[in-house]
């Protein structure tokens, strides 16, 4: 099932499970150590690539060394990245969130070996570099999708501005639990939230209610979106998907074009406030639409019941 209609929310180089990479230990080479990178935190980088052939081994720099919370394996983070494939002598830039309207990303989940060796212990506010070479990127395959051979180095530089762990909850004030002909909503510190179904039909329309009250910055259409939530069905209160579940925080750019979430989420999260839990009661034309969703038992006359805790909002990068 695609988890709240979403295809891509991470960086296409950056994530992904990869059988067959191997790990490796950070060290230099001779043509992996050249790269060298100008340019302050949070601004467009200015990369150079010797006009020769990249070494064999993985090459990691602090370029700069921030005082924020540590990146453990089993958190997520937010940040700014810049790819280049490596090719023989030559190089082309990839992908960039630098760019002009470019958004931060979320990284979690599986990152590629070499990546992960090179932001695992490293602080927010970082800049690092990595040069990862086939071995500890996509492996002998490549990635022909992305247009990468299985003979391609990988340059990264990543600026991390926030993490995130498994556990990452609203942290505002609380204003309700819900209840009434309204779902009511408990929970427990770290650990996901419990909703109960009341009697009786649901509302029409999309309702929109703030069970905790952050006092964060205020949720704008075309920010990255970090969340923790819960889905269920109010016909029967089958919880079809969890990020608590999986301890990965889910993020998005909200008000893409073409969404990358559904048009409740689009609708009913902007102008919320960072540090909040709120409860979206969804009709199916704001959710899965009359299809619905037979893999996760959303029927098309379902209405959905989410409870999401909205831990960032971050706009777009400065170049």
Known sequence: MRRIAVLTALPLLAVGVLAGCGGGSSSNSSGASAVTVSGTFGKAPAVTIPAAKAGSKLTIKTLVHGTGQAF?????????????????????????????????????????????????????????????????????????????????????????????????????????????????????????????????????????????????????????????????????????????????????TIGASPSQVILGWDKGLVNQTVGSRVMLIIPPADGYGKTGSPQAHIKGTDTLVFVLDILGAFGAAQG
């Open 72 to 252: 453990a394996k089993t958190d997520a983070f937010v940040g700014n990245y810049a790819i280049y494939k490596w090719s023989g002598t030559s190089h082309k830039l990839l992908q960039s969130t630098f760019k002009a309207g470019g958004k931060p990303t979320l990284f979690s989940g599986t990152l590629l070996p070499g990546l992960e060796t090179a932001l695992v212990g490293q602080k927010m506010g970082s800049r690092v570099l990595a040069v990862i070479p086939p071995k500890q990127g996509f492996g002998t395959s490549g990635d022909a999708q992305a247009g990468i051979k299985g003979t391609d180095t990988l340059v990264f530089v990543v600026d991390m501005i926030k993490d995130f762990a498994g556990t990452a909850a609203a942290a505002g004030r609380q204003v309700s639990h819900g209840g009434g002909s309204l779902p009511t909503v408990t929970a427990v510190a770290g650990s996901a939230p419990t909703i109960k179904m009341p009697k009786g039909n649901p509302p029409k329309n999309l309702s929109t209610q703030t069970l905790i009250k952050g006092a964060g910055p205020v949720v704008a259409e075309g920010d990255t979106v970090v969340v923790q939530y819960v889905g269920a069905i109010w016909r029967n209160g089958y919880q079809f998907d969890s990020s608590w579940k999986r301890s990965q925080p889910f993020g998005f």
